[in-house]
């Protein structure tokens, strides 16, 4: 792949995806994550202009009609969006870009930029997404219903994605997400076998 390049990862909430960036970016100097807007509260820990710009709603729908997103959507009752100008001046400094985003967003930038490649984060079951969702502790039992309807909703388009990657073992999902970024690759075909029957199991489970 040539240099430098924009990548989009997308999961479904609670299927590992922000672990395995950091994870990601802690090992490769070369690339830079994107700080996305988003109109949702902070978390416990987290910093406006490192984790998310945090802006209101009147502020996110002003950069929105200026055409400043490169995408944006609405999750979950809140806005986010990828900033235009932030990207394209990481990716003209040399840096490979990756954006942290859904598959509405993945939809968006891949009309923008063609030549992007795009990953999507898939767990190895629908009772580990749950257990998953139940860890984080941020979520009522109303919520987390909620969110695994949208995630399996969110699962349905992992065919617009350039590859998909497992996270079960970590360390191997890392691995490949690692081998994506940098030869434009995975290098375990013997787990498309995997991928569908999970596939199977995560779109048919209710």
Known sequence: MNDPNLFVVAAP????KTSLINALLKTDERVRLSVSH???PPRPGEQDGVHYHFVNE?????LA????????????DCYYGTGRKAVEQQLAS???????????????????????????????????LRQR?????????RVIRRRMREARAEISHWDEFDFIIINDVFEQALADLQ????????N????????????AELLGSR
């Open 58 to 62: 009147a502020s996110f729908l002003k």
């Open 13 to 16: 909430s609670g299927g590992g």
């Open 133 to 141: 969702l139940v860890r984080r502790g941020q979520d009522t039992e």
């Open 188 to 199: 375990r075909p013997e787990t498309q076998e995997r991928r569908v029957e999970i596939l």
């Open 38 to 40: 988003t109109t949702r």
């Open 94 to 128: 040399g840096f490979d870009v990756l954006l942290d985003i859904d598959w509405q967003g993945a939809r968006q930038v891949r009309a923008a930029f063609p030549s992007c490649c795009t990953v999507f984060i898939i767990p190895p079951s629908i009772e580990v």
């Open 65 to 76: 009609d200026e055409n400043a997103f490169l995408e944006n959507a609405r999750v979950f």
């Open 179 to 186: 081998t994506v970024i940098r030869f434009g690759k995975l």
